[in-house]
């Protein structure tokens, strides 16, 4: 005779198989789209040793900084939109005769005494000193400085060698990487703080070449220019800013990645100031519209459209002279991915003048290999790859066109050289008008057939719709070219796209 207690332990094994009996069949539905990840068993780092060779070769960084010389917005960290909740992103203390004292970090890079931190740490400092991590304090003169990528290089007078680490490679950092962060924060020199790479290629608004780490280690006042660690004791980053509502920090840093300290602090060394790299396109965003058009396909299934899409190329520009054209998809830079037009102006710019550049592209759904000669971007006026202006969001057909006749070319400011033809006007409601086409705008291509006429243009949007639901167009709108992309499906988010409607007649499409 079973006992009470055996009745209840008996009663709640047969309830649990009679609920695994049902939910079993569920559970089995479930598997061929259930995610299972895979990893070595692994313990939490032991960052010991690590932290014992690193320390010796960070630095806590004094610079007495003239108070007129202070911009009152780079109290937001690097630029006013940085959301900074602390009035700089190094401790700073007031002191007589109108000076400043700035407390930030650096590492040396060399026996002889050179140094990386941030240009806003030493920015118009008339004095800065290095202080070891065994306490000795030496005078710093300042090599050189690049505010827009935040680098400055430091040179110090040591009686002998000095340790040093070395500049890693930033491009193989993965999020989920383990990283360690050495610093001066609150002016308490030598702390090592842990935690991981969050994600990459964040653009905080603060210039052209943001391209920072996110970090989730914890990064204070102080912490700015110094040393982002890895596992193996490579730098692949300078601790720059963190977003902070509270003053302290909440578990998102930016540091600059290693790649482009190395190529600053490398020219600095040289000669003291930055040149950038030059190609010489304007190049805009691959969307799903655009690259439906263009009969592109991602690497995966779902995947967002990688690449930068040329819009236009400058004339007698190294990309002009290497044969890239208007409607190439740049998808590599000697080797290397480049997902948009940001990341494409990044690495150009960090690109020496005079040195040859492989960019792989895509022409006609073809890739091909183009050797470009960069040159200096100081004498083009203009940054390479900037993302072209584009109008709103597109939707549906309607628009009619004109002759680009003497008459329109006066009233726009072209010359004989411009072909194409003119939107003279567009239908409310229509993909014309939701993609931002103007009247005004000049269309001088159909995917990549050159038009001359109204006709021709229907013609060709024609023949592009028979094998694509998008159709892809070059526009010329205030002496500037852009793609617009429109779809016949509708979806035409995030574009700016159009497709004529009818002709200098009675031509309809």
Not at 268 to 279: C, D, E, I, N, P
Not at 309 to 329: F, N, Y
Not at 469 to 489: H, I, M
């Amino acid at each position: 005779m079973p006992t009470r207690t055996s009745r209840a332990l008996l009663c709640a094994a047969v309830a649990g198989l009679s609920f695994a009996s049902i939910m079993a069949p569920a559970a089995r539905a479930d598997t061929a789209s259930l995610i299972q990840p895979t990893a070595p068993a692994k313990t939490i780092p032991d960052f010991v040793s690590l932290v014992k060779q690193v320390k010796p070769a960070v630095v806590s960084i004094t610079a007495k900084i003239r108070a007129d010389s202070v911009d009152p917005g780079e109290g937001q960290g690097q630029g006013q939109q940085m959301p900074f909740g602390f009035p700089f992103p190094f401790q700073m203390m007031p002191q007589q005769h109108q000076t400043i004292e700035a407390r930030g970090s650096g590492f040396i890079i060399s026996a002889d005494g050179y140094v990386v931190t941030n240009n806003h740490v030493v920015k118009g400092a008339t004095k800065v000193t290095a202080t070891l991590d065994d306490g000795t304090t030496l005078s710093a003169r300042i090599v050189g400085r690049d505010p827009k990528t935040d680098i400055a290089l430091l040179k110090l007078t040591p009686t002998g060698k000095l340790p040093f680490i070395q500049l890693g490679e930033s491009d193989d950092v993965q999020p989920g990487e383990w990283v360690i962060a050495v610093g001066n924060p609150y002016g308490l020199g030598g702390t090592v703080t842990a935690g991981i790479v969050s994600a990459l290629g964040r653009d905080i608004g603060d210039g052209p070449y943001d391209n920072f780490f996110q970090v989730d280690a914890p990064i204070n006042r102080g912490n700015s220019g110094g040393p982002l660690i890895t596992q193996d004791g490579k730098v692949v980053g300078v601790n720059t800013a963190i977003y902070s509502p509270s003053g302290g920090s909440i578990g998102i840093g930016f540091a600059i990645p290693s790649d482009i300290v190395q190529t600053v602090v490398t020219q600095l060394r040289t000669t003291g100031h930055v040149t950038r790299g030059y190609l010489g396109v304007q190049a805009q965003v691959v969307s799903p519209t655009i690259a439906s058009a263009l009969g592109l396909k991602p690497a995966t299934p779902g995947a967002a459209p990688a690449g930068a899409l040329v819009a236009s190329v400058s004339s007698d520009s190294p990309a002009e002279k290497a044969g890239i054209k208007a409607g190439d998809v740049i998808t590599k830079l000697n080797g290397k991915s480049i997902d948009t037009p940001h990341n494409l102006a990044v690495k150009v710019a960090s690109l020496i003048p005079g040195t040859d550049a492989t960019f792989t592209i895509l022409r006609g759904n073809a890739p091909r290999d183009l050797t470009v000669k960069i040159s200096n971007q100081a004498g083009s006026g203009s940054a390479p790859g900037a993302p072209a202006s584009l109008g709103s969001n597109g939707q549906k057909l309607g628009v009619s066109l004109a002759p680009l006749n003497s008459d329109a070319r006066q009233q726009l400011g072209l010359d004989q050289s411009v072909k194409g033809v003119v939107v003279s006007d567009v239908k409310p409601g229509s993909p014309a008008e939701q993609a931002g086409i103007r009247p005004g705008d000049v269309i001088q291509a159909v995917g990549d057939q050159q038009i001359d006429n109204p006709k021709a243009a229907v013609t060709a949007v024609a023949a592009a719709l028979k094998s694509r639901q998008a159709v892809l167009l070059r526009v010329l709108r205030d002496g500037q070219s852009l793609f617009v992309a429109v779809s016949l499906s509708g979806d035409n988010s995030n574009d700016s796209g159009a497709s004529p409607d009818n002709g200098d007649d009675d031509d309809n499409n």
